[in-house]
């Protein structure tokens, strides 16, 4: 699974964004979609998912502000962001998840290669 990510750019804190991901390949195989983010010198961390039932989760620091989407076909997925902060600055990027047994447990992981991510910085 190919991934690109777009929609990023400079906004000022309070601005919105709305990130797209184009998915192309073996979509599938996919089981969820999910955005992530990072931080300049930060690990790369998980933001938000939307399921092929669009079952949506999201981090704690994004509820409530970022709304994660797909349009029906599935071949794009969507961060809306709202109510932006500086602390959301990061490279955004986008993967396609599957399922897997974690010890018998149903869990998720990504599995498309990652692509270039998008660059959201939250400035004055």
């Known amino acids: 699974v190919q991934l690109v990510e777009s929609g990023g750019g400079l906004v000022q804190p309070g601005g919105s964004l709305r990130l797209s991901c184009e998915v192309s390949?073996?979509?599938?195989?996919?089981?969820?979609m999910a955005w992530y983010r990072q931080g300049a010198g930060k690990q790369r961390e998980w933001v938000a998912t939307?399921?092929?039932?669009?079952?949506?989760n999201y981090t704690v620091p994004v509820k409530g502000r970022f709304t994660i989407s797909r349009d029906t076909p599935g071949n794009t997925v969507y961060l809306q962001m709202n109510s932006l902060k500086p602390e959301d600055t990061a490279v955004y990027y986008c993967?396609?998840?599957?399922?897997?047994?974690?010890?018998?447990?149903?869990?998720?992981?990504?599995?498309?290669?990652w692509g270039q991510g998008t660059q959201v910085t939250v400035s004055l």
């Open positions: 993967n396609a998840l599957e399922v897997y047994s974690d010890n018998g447990l149903p869990s998720l992981r990504p599995f498309g290669s």
């Open positions: 390949g073996s979509i599938f195989r996919i089981d969820a």
């Open positions: 939307i399921t092929s039932g669009s079952d949506t």
